[in-house]
């Protein structure tokens, strides 16, 4: 029979390319995952992966079994969602994956009150952009994802995962108070064509909607590039550039920063919850949609939804 776990595995590495990064998403050593994925090849009795290289890949037979063994999968997780239902106690544990400000301003507050009403649960938290984010719930890497999208930038999620819209949130132009435009009421992007930026590097979420708000104008120069937006803020700090940092999970800005309105358009990012259709019954994820709700009613920096 085949073994769920080391399945995981395999499905694991399908996603994340590496052995090493498979074994980080879910919590092994790389040793753990390639035992689990020879004791496969023995219960399979073929082989599932070879060596291109100094990479691992998939042979033909494992990308099969992994495209059944997701089913597969899915079926046993909407089995035991099905069965805890019925169950009283939140416990177990719980995997969330959340973007960098979704951590700050909305998971740890959620982990808090998550000690308080469901002590038995244990939650795991992992930092990911949202389109990993959105890969590492459809493959069942983690249960839940907290994940954002600009207006204006895509972010495609598969049928089979559910959504649900916390909120709004939108961004600040941050400049020095002593900018010309630190006393102005809002900003659009043609008054800020000539100022020098520090920005999250291209491939983020953040700089495709960087390109997107000066898209019918040109691009203005970025010198500083910083994943961080506390970062940025420093930069801010030391008059050295200007950036668009979002509210939600913004820490207290220095007296020397100032937060500007932007106008045509409002940089607005919506702020999702997302988890496999096969979890809709669980009472873990009904209990962390209620507590993350009162979460974004009572801290958040968040426009409540249309």
């Known amino acids: 029979m085949i073994d769920l776990v080391a399945l995981q595995s395999l499905l694991a590495l ?49 990308r099969l079994l992994v495209a059944e063994g997701r089913e597969v999968l899915a079926r ?91 909120g709004d949130d ?39 909607w960087f390109t997107v708000m000066f898209a019918a104008l040109r691009l203005p120069r970025v010198r500083f590039w910083s994943f961080e937006f506390e970062s940025q803020v420093r930069l801010v700090q030391e008059g050295l550039a200007v950036a668009l940092v979002p509210r939600l999970g913004r820490s207290p800005l220095p007296a020397e920063v100032v937060a500007v309105p932007v106008r045509a358009p409002v940089p607005t990012r919506t702020v999702r919850l997302l988890w496999r259709e096969t979890m809709d019954a669980s009472p873990t994820v009904r209990h962390v949609r209620e507590v993350l709700r009162t979460v974004v009613a009572r801290d958040a920096a968040l426009a409540p939804p249309a």
């Open 170 to 208: 939108e961004a600040d132009l941050l400049v020095h108070r002593d900018h010309p435009l630190a006393g102005r009421e809002s900003v659009t992007p043609a008054d800020l064509l000539d100022e020098v930026w520090a920005s999250t590097q291209p491939g983020t979420i953040c700089y495709e």
């Open 14 to 62: 399908d996603a994340r390319g590496t052995v090493a990064a498979a074994a980080a998403s879910l919590g092994y050593t790389p040793s753990a995952v390639s035992q689990q994925i020879k004791r496969l090849e023995q219960q399979a009795g073929v082989p599932l992966t070879e060596r291109v290289g100094r990479r691992v890949v998939l042979t033909e037979q494992a």
């Open 76 to 166: 046993v997780e909407q089995l035991e969602s099905a069965l805890l239902a019925h169950g009283d106690e939140l416990a177990g544990s719980l995997r969330l994956a959340a973007f960098s400000t979704g951590v700050r301003g909305l998971v740890a507050p959620l982990a808090g009150e998550l000690r308080r009403t469901a002590p038995a649960l244990e939650l795991t938290v992992a930092e990911e952009d949202p389109h990993q984010a959105v890969d590492l719930v459809a493959s069942g890497q983690v249960d839940l994802a907290l994940v954002h999208s600009w207006v204006g930038v895509g972010l495609s999620v598969p049928a089979r995962v559910r959504t649900e819209h916390l």
